[in-house]
Nanobody, 127 residues
Framework: QVQLVESGGGLVQAGDSLRLSCTVS????????MAWFRQAPGKEREFVAF????????VHADSVKDRFSISRDEAINTLYLQMDNLKPEDTAVYYC????????????????????WGQGTQVTVSS
């Protein structure tokens, strides 16, 4: 079975940086696209960033443009989210996600089109 485990969250001050990681087990990391979502208390889970199976294409939400960067390392089955210049509004639980199918045609920014999720890692940014 596919398992995703996030790590790297923590409590930081505005302007600081964090690097989140997501390790994947249960299947080959290759040929599967990946995404990051986040969810703040009382709010909907929202799209943050997407990366294609090859790593050649990325998409990020307008709210994190020019501050966050998604990447992947095929050698160690790991997805990353580099977060710079963090702001209090970035406070949320961050989740990594992937679809079941290797050849996927879902909406990359829709949480309903992903099948596997990690447990989440908390990011808290103080003023």
């Amino acid at each position: 079975q596919v398992q995703l485990v996030e790590s790297g969250g923590g409590l930081v001050q505005a302007g600081d940086s964090l690097r989140l990681s997501c390790t994947v087990s249960g299947r080959s990391f290759g040929y599967y696209c990946m995404a990051w979502f986040r969810q703040a208390p009382g709010k909907e889970r929202e799209f943050v960033a997407f990366i294609s199976w090859s790593g050649g294409s990325t998409v990020h939400a307008d709210s994190v443009k020019d501050r966050f960067s998604i990447s992947r390392d095929e050698a160690i089955n790991t997805l990353y989210l580099q977060m710079d210049n963090l702001k209090p509004e970035d406070t949320a639980v961050y989740y990594c996600a992937t679809p079941e199918r290797a050849f996927w045609s879902g909406a990359l920014n829709s949480k309903d089109d992903y099948d596997y999720w990690g447990q989440g890692t908390q990011v808290t940014v103080s003023s």
